[in-house]
């Protein structure tokens, strides 16, 4: 079994930083892709950004030079810095591991989602 347990959502004014966590816990053998998706109420959940295992990023266009995703390998823990935040950054952040665990098996792990709402 894995977990995936996320934090540091809340509620900031416009022009403000957060710094979301995802810590992946249980029988983990490796982790290749991290990533964060976004769900806004009446929309698709979307990619926001997403970190290989060599450490090559992808992101979504709207937090392009904004956004920052990173990883800690020893703590299985991907990270998302958040720079000026805008009202349409509002939405519940889900991290998403893919990996391997010890038996050998590939998963496509979520975490439970963190509420992100930026508003003056």
């Known amino acids: 079994q894995v977990h995936l347990v996320e934090s540091g959502g809340g509620l900031v004014q416009p022009g403000a930083s957060l710094r979301l966590s995802c810590a992946a816990s249980?029988?983990?053998?490796?982790?290749?892709?991290m990533g964060w998706y976004r769900q806004a109420p009446g929309h698709k959940r979307e990619l926001v950004a997403i970190i290989d295992s060599g450490g090559s990023t992808n992101y979504a266009d709207s937090v392009k030079g904004r956004f920052i995703i990173s990883r800690d390998n020893a703590k299985n823990t991907v990270y998302l810095q958040m720079n000026s935040l805008k009202p349409e950054d509002t939405a519940v952040y889900y991290c998403n591991m893919y990996l391997r665990i010890v038996s050998g098996t590939t998963t496509n792990s979520w975490g439970q989602g963190t509420q992100v709402t930026v508003a003056s």
């Open positions: 249980g029988t983990i053998s490796s982790i290749f892709a």
